[in-house]
């Protein structure tokens, strides 16, 4: 499950001032120390927290809340390589591990990979930037996938299915688009999240 950026700040607030807090903190302290004005709208965000096992309530005391002590999630995902945005390169397996942010994946397996070149440039995609992917065997028309090309060549693009072509688009007006048949393209994972660096 992916956080809102709301719930987001406040498991961080809950991580951050755990050591602090003489017993749980209710719902209206939360309200009055996030500044938010309404408690029905943070009981929401408390309650997608308890879904995602992230904290649960006090029993007997069912307005506090408390961090779950093991949470279900690592923050550490694969990183498997650099695949091209461009011609086709191959995403190698490497044995290492990237910090990634809870909202920026899905309860699902997912993986990261480093972009080369800037086919994918118009979506704001770039050179570099480091991309969370999903990992799964199909795609909904009109998402970016990793897709595997004649079995040997991994690239990122947008995906048209049709009964008797594949077509994987780039999204930079100076590419051409590429069609092949079904059978010559594997989609191995759908973008779900993005990474930059400016240093």
């Known amino acids: 499950m992916r956080l809102t950026r709301r719930q987001q700040e406040i498991l961080d607030f809950l991580r ?13 302290e939360l309200c009055a120390t996030l500044g938010l004005r309404s408690r029905g709208s943070l009981h929401k965000h408390v309650q997608a927290l308890i879904q995602a096992g992230f904290v649960e309530p006090m029993a007997g005391q069912h307005r ?52 080369v070149g800037d086919s994918m440039c118009e979506v704001g995609i770039l050179d570099g930037d480091l991309v969370v992917i999903e990992q799964r065997d199909y795609a909904r028309n009109g998402e970016i996938v990793v897709a595997l090309v004649r079995g040997e060549e991994a690239t990122l693009k947008r995906i048209l299915q049709e009964p008797e072509r594949t077509i994987l688009y780039p999204e930079n007006s100076a590419m051409h688009a590429m069609e092949l048949a079904p059978h010559e393209v594997q989609i191995q994972g759908v973008l779900v999240g993005q990474m930059r660096s400016y240093r």
Request: glycine share 4%.
């Open 64 to 115: 506090g809340i408390r961090l779950i002590a093991h949470e279900p999630v690592e923050d550490d995902i694969p990183f498997l390589g650099k695949i091209a945005a461009g011609r086709p390169i191959e995403a190698l397996p490497q044995p290492e591990q990237i910090q990634v942010p809870p909202h920026l994946r899905t309860d699902k397996p997912c993986y990261v990979l480093q972009v």
């Open 16 to 28: 951050d001032n755990a050591e602090h807090f003489e017993r749980p903190p209710t719902l209206d």
